[in-house]
């Protein structure tokens, strides 16, 4: 049975350690409330990883990157040592090829960065399951990487779980503080997206930029909004179901929106 796939919101980094972040808690409890099935190895598109080509890394053993600037001293210490899948990346460039992709890169010194394995050590603690990344690029657009996931749909059919990682809202210049109401712009493309999405329309999600209310604003930049466009492709495209699996804003303007797409 092909697996599902999921778009998660990954907000802050500090959502490693502080637990009154409610996403947080929606990420620990995944394995007994939201995706039980263990999968044999995990794909992570990340918004941190941005580049030019479509690129995987092709590692054995990954090692954690501490992709972030001013935060507290613990969270650089943290280690998330989850095994490489040089196979499944392999697999990941073959397909993209096959489907006209012509070029995919390869790097073979690249770990997981905190989009990928933040999430992850919520998720699955135990670091015992193969990750790879595949990359987002920021200068193509929404059909282009929706286009990607459909290439890749066939890979839920051998146990590999497909995320998207990135944010449902992601205006860092307009973070506000812990208890701060959302702002109309933040509700209003939040909304969109998931009436949109529950919808099915994902031709509209494709075009985003031209359709949603706030678009700009909520999203200045599409490198945390593509990692969905990944997800809805790889679940099938225009058959795929959307679900909301978990909702909650912190710090005013950051929606941790996530959700799961079944085919």
């Given at each position: 049975m092909a697996l599902d796939t999921f778009y998660i919101s990954h907000g802050s980094p500090t959502m490693s350690i502080d637990d009154e972040i409610p996403a947080r808690h929606f990420l620990k409890s995944w394995k007994e409330k939201v995706f039980s099935e263990r999968p044999k190895s995990i794909l992570v598109i990340s918004g941190h990883w941005d580049t030019k080509n479509p690129s995987v890394n092709i590692v054995d053993q990954n090692h954690t990157i501490h992709d972030f600037y001013n935060f507290p001293k613990v969270m650089y210490q943290l280690k998330y040592p989850a095994p490489g899948a040089p196979a499944l990346a392999r697999k990941v460039k073959e397909l993209l090829n096959a489907a006209g992709f012509e070029r995919v890169d390869e790097d073979k010194k690249r770990g997981l960065d905190h989009g990928a394995w933040v999430p992850l050590m919520l998720m699955y603690p135990e670091a015992d399951i193969p990750v790879c990344q595949l990359s987002v690029s920021s200068d193509k657009d929404g059909t282009y990487h929706y286009n990607l996931g459909k290439a890749l749909a066939s890979l839920r059919d051998e146990g590999v779980?497909?995320?998207?990682?990135?944010?449902?809202?992601?205006?860092?210049?307009?973070?506000?503080?812990?208890?701060?109401?959302?702002?109309?712009w933040a509700k209003d493309f939040d909304t969109w997206l998931k009436d949109t999405l529950l919808d099915g329309r994902y031709e509209d999600i494709n075009h985003y930029d031209q359709k949603a209310p706030s678009a700009k604003m909520a999203q200045p930049w599409p490198d945390h909004f593509y990692p969905l466009h990944v997800a809805i492709g790889a679940a099938g495209g225009e058959n795929a179901k959307a679900k909301l699996v978990h909702h909650s804003w912190d710090m005013g303007t950051l929606s941790y929106a996530s959700y799961q797409f079944s085919n």
């Open positions: 779980l497909i995320i998207g990682s990135g944010s449902a809202t992601h205006n860092l210049r307009a973070i506000g503080r812990r208890g701060d109401s959302p702002p109309s």
